[in-house]
Structures are given as structure tokens and as C-alpha cells.
């Protein structure tokens, strides 16, 4: 079974402050991992995946995570936070075949204070 | 060139309606997925097709039924619409290399 856990549903940060939105996920078969920015009134959109290979995967707007099999978790940073990151962010974890289903966590909420 | 469409992007009807919502993928995934986006944001999926065959079926009420013509489209059919299916719901497609969702259609149970 798969599960994913995100840490603090609410993250508030100052504009340039480093964001970080803290993943730890449950796998019985190696994950893939995946982050989604869901912004107010609109779908789903992809950050970036961690599959196979390098553990450091960077995303989009600057974005990255990094995959620590040693504490099961797929935290994303980003150094700098802009206005426009203000947004629903959804950490998912599915299996390695085409047919797995995305398991998402619960969100975090990330404010962006000027 | 829309990769994941869903119609329609809001639906508002009263309880015991019966309504469909349409999704259609141009990308040649061979799976489609609808999940439910609760009022707290949460997202859980509902059902999961591949290649036409039903594959998951997350204990979801008889009144919900999806139905796939063929890999391209999957659309979902809700029986006497109750109050608590008030959510969005999202169609998604994949592949091995990632999953691409729908914009969602908020439908709204009054």
C-alpha cells in the first residue's frame, strides 16, 4: 500500500524567503514521486517527478525536490518565494506501472506575505 | 491543443438530477482516471480505465458510472445527485512517464 503525508497544512513565507513544503511518503514498491500546484479555481499542474535516476529533480519556477529514500521523504524548496507562488501544492506518490493510480496527500496552502 | 478536456467546466443542479461529465485525452494515454476534489481539497480517485477495461473502482456509490466508448474519452454518469457529490471532479490519462489532468469541472448540488 502507498500513502503520502504532507506536513503542515498552512506555510507562510515573506516574499524571498526560502519555501519549504515538507513530503514524507509510505511505499511497499519503489515510488514514483511527483509535486502538483493546484492555483485558486483551476486544475492540476505538474511541478516536477522524481522516477529513476538523479534524486535532485528540478521543476518548473524554480522549484526542485529532492528524493531521500532513507527518510522516505520528497520535500520541494524553492530559495526565493514570489507573489505568484500563493497556491494549493499536492505532493502524490503512484507505482512504477502505467495502470497505478496517483495517491495525493492533503495539500499545503503556501501564503506569500510581501 | 487541449491535451485532457472535460465538459462542462461548471455544472449546477438540484439533488436527485441525474447529469454526466466528459473528458476526452488527443494524447494516445492508454489509462484515464477520475478523481474527486473534496471542499478541503482533497483528492481521491473514483475510478480508472484502461484501454475501456475497468481497472479501480474505489468504493464508489452505485449512483456513479463511468463509462469509456473507447481509450480516448471517459465519462462519468451520476444517478439522483445528493448534496455531498457537490466537489470537482477531474479527468486525468497517463503513461508511464506522468499523469495529465483535466481543468476540472465544479459541480455544484443545491
Known amino acids: 500500500a502507498q500513502s503520502v503525508t504532507q506536513l503542515g497544512s498552512h506555510v507562510s513565507v515573506s516574499e524571498g524567503a526560502l519555501v519549504l513544503l515538507r513530503c514524507n511518503y509510505s511505499?511497499?514498491?519503489?515510488?514514483?514521486l511527483f509535486w502538483y500546484v493546484q492555483y485558486p479555481n483551476q486544475g492540476l499542474q505538474l511541478l516536477l517527478k522524481?522516477?529513476?535516476?538523479?534524486?535532485l529533480v528540478k521543476g518548473i519556477n524554480g522549484f526542485e525536490a529532492e528524493f531521500k529514500k532513507s527518510e522516505t521523504s520528497f520535500h520541494l524548496t524553492k530559495p526565493s518565494a514570489h507573489m505568484s507562488d500563493a497556491a494549493e501544492y499536492f505532493c502524490?506518490?503512484?507505482?512504477?506501472?502505467?495502470?497505478?493510480?496517483?495517491?495525493f496527500g492533503t495539500g499545503t496552502r503556501l501564503q506569500v506575505f510581501p | 491543443d487541449t491535451a485532457v478536456s472535460q465538459t462542462p467546466k461548471y455544472l449546477v443542479t438540484q439533488m436527485g438530477n441525474d447529469k454526466s461529465i466528459k473528458c476526452e485525452q488527443n494524447?494516445?494515454?492508454?489509462?484515464m482516471y477520475w478523481y474527486k476534489q473534496d471542499s478541503k481539497k482533497f483528492l481521491k480517485i473514483m475510478f480508472s480505465?484502461?484501454?475501456?477495461?475497468?481497472?479501480i473502482n474505489e468504493t464508489v456509490p452505485n449512483r456513479f458510472s463511468p463509462k469509456s466508448p473507447d481509450k480516448a474519452h471517459l465519462n462519468l454518469h451520476i444517478n439522483s445527485l445528493e448534496l455531498g457529490d457537490s466537489a470537482v471532479y477531474f479527468c486525468?490519462?497517463?503513461?508511464?512517464?506522468?499523469?495529465?489532468f483535466g481543468s476540472g469541472t465544479r459541480l455544484t448540488v443545491v
Open positions: 480505465y484502461n484501454n475501456k477495461e475497468l481497472i
Open positions: 522524481y522516477t529513476t535516476g538523479a534524486t
Open positions: 486525468a490519462s497517463s503513461t508511464n512517464y506522468g499523469y495529465t
Open positions: 511505499s511497499s514498491v519503489p515510488p514514483y
Open positions: 502524490a506518490v503512484s507505482g512504477l506501472r502505467n495502470t497505478d493510480k496517483l495517491i
Open positions: 494524447l494516445g494515454h492508454d489509462t
